[in-house]
Every structure is written in C-alpha cells, then in structure tokens.
C-alpha cells in the first residue's frame, strides 16, 4: 500500500547579521542568533478515486538535498545511494547548463521547486528489509528525479530568456547588472530565500545582496556559512567565520559554488528583480518577526544589538544553554 509522504523541513533563522569587513569583525564580538534548524516527517493515507493510495513527496522551501535524502530514506521509497546517481543521469538532458562539483560531488539544491509531487498507486513501491531491493531504490530513485528536474523547466526557459549586459534592454537587464549566469541566478535566489525569513522583504534581500556583489563585498549570508557547517546556531562564533570552505562568504567576496537550498518563484524573481531600496546591511528580530534593514554599519550594528537583547530577554539564555549545550553559546 502506498502512502503519502510529506517531508517537512523547517529552518527558523532568528537573527541574520550580514556582510562586515574584516577589521569591523574582529573589532566587534560577532552574536548571530539562530533557532535550530530541523526535520519533521508526518505520513498520512491519501486514497486515490481508482482505488490504492498516491504518495506524495513534499519538497518543503527552504530544505536541502540531505533533508530530502534522509526523509526518503525513513519512508522506505529509495536511498541516497540510488538517488543521487540518478538525478546526475536525469540532470544532463533536464538541466540545461554544466553543474559544478563540490567536495567532489554535484550539488542538486535549488535545482527543483519545492512542492507537492504526486505519484499514482503503485509507481512507488515501498522498500522492505531495511535498504530494501537496490534494484527497487533504482526504480523509484528514477522516477523521482525525473519528477523533481523536470518541474524546474520553466524556470531555466525563464532564466535563459533573462536580457544581459549593461540594463540597456530593459527593466529585466537593469537588474541583472551583475551580468550573473542562469546557475548563478539560481545560487542568489536560494541564499535570499533562506534570509528572507518568513517569506517576507525577498526583493530588499536581494537588493543588499546585489550591491555587495557589485562592490567586491562579501555577502555576509549566515545560512551560507551554516550550509558548509552542516547545521544551524543561534550564536555563529568568530571560529564559524574563520570556516575554510567556499561557502564562507564572510571571508571571501562572491557567490558560494552552488545553491544552499530549494526556493521559492518568489525568491527567484526577487534575485532578477531587486528593489531600489539602498540599504546595505539587515538583521532579523525573532521576536517581532521583523527584518530590520540599515544603510551604515553603525546603524546596523544597534539594531542587531536590539535583536539580540530582545531574543535574550525573552528566551533566556541559560534554558538555551541546557536545551542545547553543543549548539547555544556564545563566542
């Protein structure tokens, strides 16, 4: 009997800082808050009109292929082992450009909409006996990588569309001033749906984003960082930032190599299409539920300062210390 699977991941990022130059950093105690990131599957019966059960595969916004990975996995549809060679298959005749490797492997974040993706009684069989049948695992891990890279067509036909150059084109040139490619397009979009917190302020996110590339600053995107570091904190340490990875993008100006997450439409057309706003750092109060945007350091750094003061006042930091030792302190 199939089932319905929803794979739910939710990552509340409680305070953002965002990029500051190397003497501000080492001249100011860096305190970043962060609610801890995680998982939760919930599996529920969802009965076809022909009779059996659809399972649906619920790509949440905001996850990342190791979440995707480790759900499949629990509900018994197929492995990482199975799935990852498939969707290297599938993406040389889904995705229409070379994706680079990192670590030594491709990266398939950002490379599929999150989403619902329904599949009809019995095309899925579910995996027995622990990692089940490898040969079942292949099937169903070929069934779901076509699914999952071919719902990104339109976005790549959008993207090659995109004008280029110096915004004589148009509205859409004028804001890909970066001259970004579509995979470097698709790596902003991911990073500004995970700062967007709550789904809000997507075009001003990206417009701070924009003018730092511009200038040679680095982006300063804590969950880029948090991406290399596998998980989330409250508190990123002056350790965290010293991190030696690509996707250390206080140390190094650029994008990272490759997206950090599945995004929304709304996060893809923020990255073509920023605001005018001229702000050049932001912070998010968990508290208000507010992201707070400055135009100088000075400003910015008060507002953080207030972030973090409210966020202690109302959780306290020792009950955070107690409920999570190895992640809640500070530097």
């Given at each position: 009997m199939n089932r319905v699977f929803l794979l739910q991941i939710r990552s509340w990022v409680l305070v953002s800082m965002t990029a500051i130059l190397a003497a501000a950093v080492a001249a100011f105690p860096l305190i970043i808050l962060r609610?801890?990131?995680?998982?939760?599957?919930?599996?529920?019966?969802?009965?076809s009109p022909a009779g059996g059960y659809t399972t649906v595969v619920h790509v949440q916004t905001g996850s990342r292929m190791r979440d995707l990975v480790e759900e499949l996995e629990r509900s018994h549809l197929t492995t990482g082992r199975a799935l990852l060679p498939a969707l290297e298959r599938t993406a040389h005749s889904a995705v229409p450009f070379t994706l680079p490797r990192a670590g030594g492997a491709a990266r398939y974040e950002g490379l599929f909409r999150p989403g619902r993706y329904r599949f009809e009684p019995g095309a899925l069989r579910p995996l027995t006996g622990g990692q089940g049948d490898p040969r079942q695992a292949a099937l169903n891990a070929s069934l779901i990588a076509r699914r999952l890279l071919e719902s990104a067509a339109d976005r790549y036909a959008y993207l090659a569309g995109l004008p280029r150059g110096d915004g004589s084109e148009g509205e859409a040139a004028g804001a890909t001033a970066q001259d970004l490619g579509p995979y470097q397009v698709i790596i902003l979009a991911s990073i500004?749906?995970?700062?967007?917190?709550?789904?809000?302020?997507?075009?001003?996110?990206?417009?701070?984003?924009?003018?730092?590339?511009?200038g040679g600053t680095p982006l300063g995107s804590c969950p880029t960082?948090?991406?290399?570091?596998?998980?989330?904190r409250p508190f990123l340490t002056q350790e965290d930032l010293s991190l030696d990875s690509p996707?250390?993008?206080?140390?190094?100006?650029?994008?990272?190599?490759?997206?950090?997450?599945?995004?929304?439409?709304?996060?893809?057309?923020?990255?073509?299409r920023p605001s005018s706003t001229s702000a050049f750092f932001f912070v998010f109060d968990w508290t208000s539920g507010r992201l707070l945007f400055s135009e100088t350091y000075g400003e910015h750094l008060a507002k953080a300062d207030q972030a973090r003061r409210n966020y202690a006042r109302l959780y306290g930091r020792e009950a955070l210390r107690a409920r999570h030792p190895d992640k809640y302190y500070e530097p």
């Open positions: 609610e801890p990131g995680g998982a939760r599957a919930e599996v529920l019966a969802d009965p500004v749906e995970k700062e967007a917190v709550g789904g809000r302020g997507y075009e001003d996110v990206s417009a701070v984003f924009h003018r730092r590339l511009a960082l948090e991406y290399a570091l596998g998980y989330h996707y250390n993008v206080y140390a190094q100006p650029g994008l990272p190599p490759t997206p950090i997450c599945f995004f929304s439409d709304q996060a893809l057309g923020a990255a073509v």
